[in-house]
């Protein structure tokens, strides 16, 4: 049987095949890209919630199959929990990785660390045709003052998980993937994706 992921980002899709594969789900796992005709999709919701659902219910209308999107924020709570939904494209439509750490990191110049609290954010959606699932995961950390480590992606290397010394940038991925949003969203997922793929 085959998941399809509604995304064409390879950081995300690795991540969630490495996550998916240590919960044993029995799919065949593709992307957008393996569906040329379905048409983009473009975040426009306001909220992560919103977002993860438009992709999921684009992807299964266009291919009948069982279809998982989602959508992560970073939440800076000095900055009122800005960038959010906009994490992606905060320093612009296209900005890189590279310049979102840098205006963030610009808003946040001589804050103490200790009002540097932040929170990564993952809500994901599971569209089959039994039913719609929205699981949400958060992992809690802080803001470094500049950028540590070179693996991973987007906001990454400024961003340090509570009880940890290491970036995500810093991680080997399997510890990553043992405690990120992304993570933790899949792990109340997978019920349902055993349910769906075994039965």
Do not use: W
Request: charged letters at 25%; hydrophobic letters at 40%.
């Amino acid at each position: 049987m085959e998941l399809v992921l509604a995304t064409k980002n390879r950081h995300k899709v690795d991540e969630i095949k490495l996550i998916l594969a240590s919960a044993s789900v029995n799919a065949t796992v593709k992307t957008i890209e393996d569906f040329p005709r379905i048409p983009e999709v473009e975040e426009t919701e306001s909220t992560l919630e919103a977002n993860a659902l438009k992709k999921a219910r684009a992807v299964f209308q266009a291919t009948k199959l069982p279809s998982l999107a989602d959508d992560s924020g970073l939440e800076v709570f000095y900055l009122a929990k800005r960038p959010g939904v906009y994490s992606a494209r905060y320093a612009g439509p296209s900005a890189t990785y590279a310049e979102n750490n840098k205006k963030l990191l610009n808003e946040l110049k001589a804050v103490p660390p200790r009002r540097r609290n932040a929170q990564f954010r993952c809500v994901i959606a599971l569209i089959t045709d039994k039913g719609e699932h929205v699981v949400e995961g958060i992992t809690e950390g802080k803001i470094l003052e500049a950028a540590r480590g070179s693996s991973g992606f987007g906001y990454d290397p400024i961003f340090q998980p509570n009880g940890y010394m290491q970036t995500y940038a810093e991680m080997p991925l399997d510890l990553k993937n043992n405690i990120s949003h992304r993570a933790k969203a899949l792990e109340k997922l997978k019920p349902h994706l055993r349910d769906y793929f075994t039965s």
